[in-house]
């Protein structure tokens, strides 16, 4: 009998404080800082769906839409969007809030894949499915799939690229690009 469980059981919010020793030499908050908290929220929230230990298996692209700054409070925001056999793609978004103005700011979205492992023999595990509540959940679940779909395309496409590359014509055209051959 197959398992399901809902969006909002394994949904998890983490806030944490922005300390001087997170800054970098610019004085704003490392992006590291913030990757490594997005992996503990998407670690907590997977492995609360799949209630297994769970291991990040992709990060799509993470853009750093507003800096964040030292004092200020970030609020992450996770919630399970799609979920394969052992897989399930995690929605992350990211805020910071400006006590002194008043201020709250996006500062990043991102998905995180992560996948469900048995502690023993290290192999992936079976998770629940989704229960959808919600339209947005709906979309969201579309959304995840469509991105999977897409990631297998562009592995598959990044797999043949080598073979179908014309690296005598690229070469050619690096003459309009930010470098130099300097080919002995």
């Known amino acids: 009998m197959t398992e399901f469980r809902t969006v ?18 610019g004085g704003k908050v490392h992006g590291g800082i913030i990757l490594s908290l997005m992996d503990k929220i998407a670690y907590t929230t997977a492995a609360s769906h799949s209630r297994a230990y769970c291991v990040t298996a992709s990060v799509d692209s993470v853009n750093f839409v507003n800096p964040v700054e030292v004092g ?29 103005h008043g201020i709250t700011k996006h500062t990043n979205t991102s998905y995180f894949t992560m996948v469900a492992i048995d502690e023993q023999t290290r192999k992936p595990v079976a998770v629940p499915g989704l229960i959808l509540e919600e339209d947005v959940e709906v979309k969201r679940f579309i959304w995840g799939k469509i991105r999977k779909k897409m990631k297998a395309d562009y592995r598959q496409a990044f797999q043949t690229l080598p073979s179908e590359v014309d690296i005598a014509r690229e070469t050619q055209s690096l003459a309009e690009e930010n470098c130099r051959i300097a080919l002995s």
């Open 8 to 25: 909002k059981s394994s949904q998890n919010i983490l806030k944490e404080l922005m300390i001087p020793s997170y800054s970098n030499f």
């Open 72 to 100: 200020e409070l970030v609020t992450l925001m996770a919630s399970v969007n799609y979920v394969g056999r052992s897989s399930m793609e995690v929605g992350i978004k990211v805020y910071s809030e400006d006590f002194q």
